[in-house]
């Protein structure tokens, strides 16, 4: 029935979609607190932590109320709970965050919103978790900013992260939870932070990985805890230190942990080879000296028997760098960083098996990894009538190098799969809406099912394993391409995101097999920038595209270029230029006389994009009659900077009946000589293929 109704309220436009994962504490647990007491002791060092979000969370739908605060909530058990409901009075909401209980969270939020913001209610249903509750993981922080965001998302508070942070934390300590500042840096998500604790003043500042992966197994170490006691005997202490105890745990959150964190983000950022071995050592080093300083004063809490039969179980040893706990210690919660991901499979196995203690895996990769793409497909497809009178562009089939007639927009959607994107939006019509729900979201009929032959029917399974990764948002109104876009705000996270064109079809040429889009992503992870795909385009066609100009990056300094994998910095965007104004501003060096680069149609790209669409539909600034996209390109270009990859590859317009029969015929025989490349590019040069999308061979 949860499932039932998730999907109900995905498809009431009123409600949006939302995820708020838990957080890990790598380093500088309970630093946080103790940096805060700096306000009335000086003397008392800076507080340091390293976060990051876990793959792990909270879904939620959420919609505005018109006098209510209703919040219904699914335990990490399945069990539904609720609804809580309150009326959106200051007081009330006061009285309930005071109260203790679970809901007393959320009402603490919703009063801090209240006092600053003009709102009337809010509805929330958390229908789905998969973070262990009461672990270390900071469930209920994320409960509160959950909570700050539904509200900035459905009253567009304009709230940055840090902002929503803000709100979650003076929500939470209005209840009698003595949480620190540390916890809410799950409002990041999946990105590292260094976060400084400086009396009430907090520093935020994003790591950048680089290096291997760094394979953690988060493990639930089945014991009990009790934060509340914890946090008692530690605190004993604060703010002026009297006894020997009191001076070790002083020392312990001050000097000895400002000392790991500094060390642990130079190791982060070294990209050395032995960076997680090196890591590994600092946890072991950073729980001995917690042992050492923090036991004493709170031993019947910190002795941590389970956790330290874990960490010094036989089995394990050979697999990972080193350990320590999570969060405010104790028999929680434990992180155990292994020597590789085929090591991590080995822990959870051993851990989970012979421990029956439960496992969450958690891997840092360098760079940001981009989870989140959109597919737009609400355009009109006019140039196709009368075709598009009965099918949209984005679902005409295309004969892929595996025999089968694959809708474009199913093509799409294994791209974005195997590129390791989790969750993928396409904008729809709303009257188009069910054609698409046909495609990704409903079986085949019993009968149908059974008149497919072996191979259809493992394929047909498959796109129903893609359904859990596909939604939908409608874009009610055909306002420009720019619109579409930007109706996919709120699903994209405030993170970076993979832009695809939904009616055009992309086909690579690169001698070494590699995708188009894997093209765009090896930019990005070299350069973590603005990424957007260009090709090569003659005079007579320019003025049907938008086009860049720019210098090129080059590889090396004595680049004589422009070199294949060179990249373009982008200083200046523009919409479908005429052929005068194409030659006497947009000539890129190393191309011919009458040759420019335009949009290929594949775009990676920061969510600050979505603030300049938000300026041109508020002030209502049209070409053409619509919002165009390229614009706020522009102004990203501008705010955050540009670069543009030549693609080695081929786009077809679906839109165009000549690029479509051209499509048809060429596009089969392409993908099974780019594949034949992918696998033999990969065996000379021992580079990783593509990742299998599941139940392939």
Same mark, same amino acid.
């Given at each position: 029935?949860?499932?039932?109704?998730? !999907?109900?309220?995905?498809?009431?436009?009123?409600?949006?979609?939302?995820?708020?994962?838990?957080?890990?504490?790598?380093?500088?647990?309970?630093?946080?607190?103790?940096?805060?007491?700096?306000?009335?002791?000086?003397?008392?060092?800076?507080?340091?932590?390293?976060? !990051?979000?876990?793959?792990?969370?909270?879904?939620?739908? !959420?919609?505005?109320?018109?006098?209510?605060?209703?919040?219904?909530?699914?335990?990490?058990?399945?069990?539904?709970?609720?609804?809580?409901?309150?009326?959106?009075?200051?007081?009330?909401?006061?009285?309930?965050?005071?109260?203790?209980?679970?809901?007393?969270?959320?009402?603490?939020?919703?009063?801090?919103?209240?006092?600053?913001?003009?709102?009337?209610?809010?509805?929330?249903?958390?229908?789905?978790?998969?973070?262990?509750?009461?672990?270390?993981?900071?469930?209920?922080?994320?409960?509160?900013?959950?909570?700050?965001?539904?509200?900035?998302?459905?009253?567009?508070?304009?709230?940055?992260?840090?902002?929503?942070?803000?709100?979650?934390?003076?929500?939470?300590?209005?209840?009698?939870?003595?949480? @620190?500042?540390?916890?809410?840096?799950?409002?990041?998500?999946?990105? *590292?932070?260094?976060?400084?604790?400086?009396?009430?003043?907090?520093?935020?500042?994003?790591?950048?990985?680089?290096?291997?992966?760094?394979?953690?197994?988060?493990?639930?170490?089945?014991?009990?805890?009790?934060?509340?006691?914890?946090?008692?005997?530690?605190?004993?202490?604060?703010?002026?230190?009297?006894?020997? %105890?009191?001076?070790? %745990?002083?020392?312990?959150?001050?000097?000895?942990?400002?000392?790991?964190?500094?060390?642990?983000?130079?190791?982060?950022?070294?990209?050395?080879?032995?960076?997680?071995?090196?890591? @590994?050592? #600092?946890?072991?080093?950073?729980?001995?000296?917690?042992?050492?300083?923090?036991?004493?004063?709170?031993?019947?809490?910190?002795?941590?028997?389970?956790?330290?039969?874990?960490?010094?179980?036989?089995?394990?040893?050979?697999?990972?760098?080193?350990?320590?706990?999570?969060?405010?210690?104790?028999?929680?919660?434990?992180?155990?960083?292994?020597?590789?991901?085929?090591?991590?499979?080995?822990?959870?196995?051993?851990?989970?098996?012979?421990?029956?203690?439960?496992?969450?895996?958690?891997? #840092?990769?360098?760079?940001?990894?981009?989870?989140?793409?959109?597919?737009?497909?609400?355009?009109?497809?006019?140039?196709?009538?009368?075709?598009?009178?009965?099918?949209?562009?984005?679902?005409? *089939?295309?004969?892929?190098?595996? @025999?089968?007639?694959?809708?474009?927009?199913?093509?799409?959607?294994?791209?974005?799969?195997?590129?390791?994107?989790?969750?993928?939006?396409?904008?729809?019509?709303?009257?188009?809406?069910?054609?698409?729900?046909?495609?990704?979201?409903?079986?085949?009929?019993?009968?149908?099912?059974?008149?497919?032959?072996?191979?259809?029917?493992?394929?047909?399974?498959?796109?129903?394993?893609?359904?859990?990764?596909?939604?939908?948002?409608?874009?009610?109104?055909?306002?420009?391409?720019?619109?579409?876009?930007?109706?996919?705000?709120?699903?994209?996270?405030?993170?970076?995101?993979?832009?695809?064109?939904?009616?055009?079809?992309?086909?690579?040429?690169?001698?070494?097999?590699?995708?188009?889009?894997?093209?765009?992503?090896?930019?990005?992870?070299?350069?973590?920038?603005?990424?957007?795909?260009?090709?090569?385009?003659?005079?007579?066609?320019?003025?049907?595209?938008?086009?860049?100009?720019?210098?090129?990056?080059?590889?090396?300094?004595?680049?004589?270029?422009?070199?294949?994998?060179?990249?373009?910095?982008?200083?200046?965007?523009?919409?479908?230029?005429?052929?005068?104004?194409?030659?006497?501003?947009?000539?890129?060096?190393?191309?011919?006389?009458?040759?420019?680069?335009?949009?290929?149609?594949?775009?990676?790209?920061?969510?600050?994009?979505?603030?300049?669409?938000?300026?041109?539909?508020?002030?209502?600034?049209?070409?053409?009659?619509?919002?165009?996209?390229?614009?706020?390109?522009?102004?990203?270009?501008?705010?955050?900077?540009?670069?543009?990859?030549?693609?080695?590859?081929?786009?077809?317009?679906?839109?165009?009946?000549?690029?479509?029969?051209?499509?048809?015929?060429?596009?089969?025989?392409?993908?099974?000589?780019?594949?034949?490349?992918?696998?033999?590019?990969?065996?000379?040069?021992?580079?990783?293929?593509?990742?299998?999308?599941?139940?392939?061979?």
């Amino acid at each position: 029935s949860v499932v039932v109704w998730s !999907v109900c309220a995905a498809m009431d436009p009123s409600w949006k979609r939302l995820f708020v994962p838990g957080r890990v504490c790598l380093f500088g647990e309970h630093s946080d607190w103790a940096g805060g007491f700096r306000r009335s002791n000086p003397e008392i060092e800076k507080g340091a932590t390293i976060v !990051v979000g876990t793959n792990q969370g909270l879904h939620a739908n !959420v919609r505005k109320h018109p006098t209510k605060l209703v919040f219904t909530s699914t335990t990490d058990k399945g069990e539904r709970k609720g609804p809580f409901s309150i009326d959106m009075r200051k007081k009330d909401l006061l009285a309930a965050a005071q109260q203790g209980d679970f809901f007393s969270y959320i009402a603490g939020v919703a009063y801090r919103i209240m006092i600053n913001h003009q709102v009337t209610g809010l509805e929330i249903d958390n229908f789905h978790t998969d973070l262990p509750l009461e672990k270390g993981l900071s469930s209920s922080a994320a409960v509160c900013v959950l909570v700050a965001r539904a509200f900035n998302v459905i009253y567009d508070l304009k709230l940055t992260i840090r902002g929503e942070m803000e709100y979650a934390y003076q929500g939470e300590i209005l209840t009698p939870s003595k949480c @620190g500042r540390m916890d809410q840096g799950c409002a990041y998500g999946m990105r *590292p932070i260094l976060m400084t604790y400086d009396g009430d003043n907090l520093d935020v500042e994003e790591l950048q990985l680089s290096g291997p992966p760094l394979h953690y197994v988060l493990v639930d170490l089945q014991g009990s805890k009790s934060t509340t006691e914890i946090l008692r005997g530690l605190q004993d202490g604060f703010p002026t230190a009297t006894t020997d %105890v009191h001076r070790g %745990v002083h020392a312990l959150l001050g000097a000895i942990n400002l000392d790991i964190t500094r060390r642990a983000c130079k190791i982060f950022r070294s990209g050395a080879a032995d960076a997680a071995e090196q890591l @590994g050592l #600092l946890m072991t080093e950073a729980q001995a000296e917690f042992d050492r300083y923090a036991q004493p004063a709170c031993p019947s809490q910190l002795t941590m028997p389970l956790l330290h039969k874990l960490l010094t179980y036989p089995a394990i040893q050979g697999l990972i760098y080193g350990g320590k706990g999570v969060g405010s210690q104790g028999d929680g919660t434990a992180q155990l960083l292994c020597r590789s991901e085929a090591a991590q499979d080995e822990v959870i196995r051993i851990v989970s098996g012979e421990l029956s203690m439960p496992c969450l895996r958690l891997s #840092l990769t360098s760079g940001r990894q981009i989870r989140q793409a959109i597919i737009t497909a609400a355009g009109p497809g006019s140039r196709n009538y009368p075709a598009s009178k009965a099918v949209k562009p984005e679902l005409f *089939p295309i004969i892929d190098a595996d @025999g089968f007639a694959k809708p474009v927009v199913l093509l799409h959607v294994e791209a974005l799969l195997a590129a390791g994107v989790t969750n993928i939006y396409i904008v729809v019509q709303p009257e188009d809406k069910p054609s698409f729900e046909r495609l990704f979201k409903e079986p085949l009929s019993a009968a149908n099912h059974q008149r497919l032959g072996r191979s259809a029917q493992e394929y047909e399974k498959l796109i129903m394993e893609f359904s859990e990764r596909v939604h939908f948002v409608v874009q009610n109104q055909q306002e420009g391409f720019g619109h579409a876009v930007f109706a996919a705000r709120e699903a994209m996270e405030n993170e970076p995101f993979i832009l695809v064109l939904g009616d055009h079809l992309y086909s690579s040429t690169a001698a070494n097999g590699h995708s188009c889009l894997r093209q765009l992503l090896e930019a990005y992870k070299a350069t973590q920038q603005n990424i957007i795909g260009l090709q090569r385009t003659p005079l007579d066609s320019v003025s049907r595209f938008g086009a860049a100009t720019g210098v090129w990056r080059r590889n090396a300094p004595d680049d004589a270029g422009p070199n294949p994998d060179d990249l373009l910095e982008v200083s200046q965007i523009v919409e479908k230029p005429s052929r005068e104004d194409a030659k006497a501003t947009l000539t890129v060096d190393g191309l011919g006389d009458d040759e420019f680069l335009t949009m290929f149609g594949l775009y990676i790209l920061s969510p600050k994009i979505f603030d300049h669409l938000q300026y041109s539909i508020e002030n209502n600034v049209r070409i053409g009659g619509v919002y165009q996209f390229t614009p706020a390109l522009e102004q990203l270009r501008k705010d955050e900077g540009v670069l543009g990859c030549v693609v080695h590859g081929q786009r077809f317009d679906i839109r165009d009946p000549e690029s479509y029969a051209q499509a048809f015929l060429t596009f089969p025989k392409v993908q099974a000589a780019t594949a034949v490349l992918r696998t033999s590019t990969a065996e000379s040069q021992e580079l990783p293929p593509a990742t299998p999308l599941p139940g392939t061979p």
